[in-house]
T-cell receptor, first 116, second 112 residues
Framework: GAVVSQHPSRVICKSGTSVKIECRSL??????MFWYRQFPKQSLMLMAT?????????EQGVEKDKFLINHASLTLSTLTVTSAHPEDSSFYIC????????????FGQGTRLTVV | AQSVTQLGSHVSVSEGALVLLRCNYS??????LFWYVQYPNQGLQLLLK??????LVKGINGFEAEFKKSETSFHLTKPSAHMSDAAEYFC??????????FGTGTRLLVSP
């Protein structure tokens, strides 16, 4: 299957700073990327959908000014957690799809963010 | 709107025993259904998927699932559990705009 690389796998940052997470499709062009948040022992919660070259679509309740998403190319999307606080600590996962209709989603390895 | 329900947050089996993880779905259109596995601190790996056609779907690592429209179910099975199968399993249904709607997950515990 196709490979999606997410970086970093773990990051610790101080409260009030910003942290950027990258999601790259290594061997295919990702028309759409999705960002999820997963709390301990819980399911994945979709945060936003990003399409290359356009603004991300955020799910209800997700602060777009806190979670900045950029999808500048067909192989890279970034999630920036701005002014991070301890409650932003979580596991963030991206996924990517290669087409417009009914194509398989491939997932990154996830990023464990800890805000201290 | 699409949704999935996974019955049982934890399932415990002995090594060599049958694995059965339950998933029921709700969908206003013919569903596309998926099972994913997640190991600790890792992303999701696709086990198998149902789109159209054959209702018994075979996946990786010996897993299979059967789509039963009459029961709105897509249960995951494996004839003989292995220690390496211990993980979190998620059932998902495709929603609009290629979004995936996940169930709450089932943790599979395998004892020797």
């Amino acid at each position: 299957g196709a490979v999606v690389s997410q970086h970093p796998s773990r990051v610790i940052c101080k409260s009030g700073t910003s942290v950027k997470i990258e999601c790259r499709s290594l061997d295919f062009q990702a028309t759409t990327m999705f960002w999820y948040r997963q709390f301990p022992k819980q399911s994945l919660m979709l945060m936003a959908t990003s399409n290359e070259g356009s603004k991300a679509t955020y799910e209800q309740g997700v602060e777009k000014d806190k979670f900045l998403i950029n999808h500048a190319s067909l192989t890279l999307s970034t999630l920036t957690v701005t002014s991070a606080h301890p409650e932003d600590s979580s596991f963030y996962i991206c996924s990517a799809v290669a087409g417009q209709v009914n194509t398989e989603a491939f997932f990154g390895q996830g990023t464990r963010l800890t805000v201290v | 709107a699409q949704s999935v329900t996974q019955l049982g947050s934890h399932v415990s089996v002995s090594e060599g025993a049958l694995v059965l993880l339950r998933c029921n779905y709700s969908s206003s259109v013919p569903p596309y259904l998926f099972w994913y596995v997640q190991y600790p601190n890792q992303g999701l790996q696709l086990l198998l998927k149902y789109t159209t056609g054959a209702t018994l779907v075979k996946g990786i690592n010996g897993f299979e699932a059967e789509f039963k429209k009459s029961e709105t179910s897509f249960h995951l099975t494996k004839p003989s559990a292995h220690m390496s199968d211990a993980a979190e399993y998620f059932c998902a249904v495709r929603g609009g705009f290629q979004k995936l709607v996940f169930g709450t997950g089932t943790r599979l515990l395998v004892s020797p």
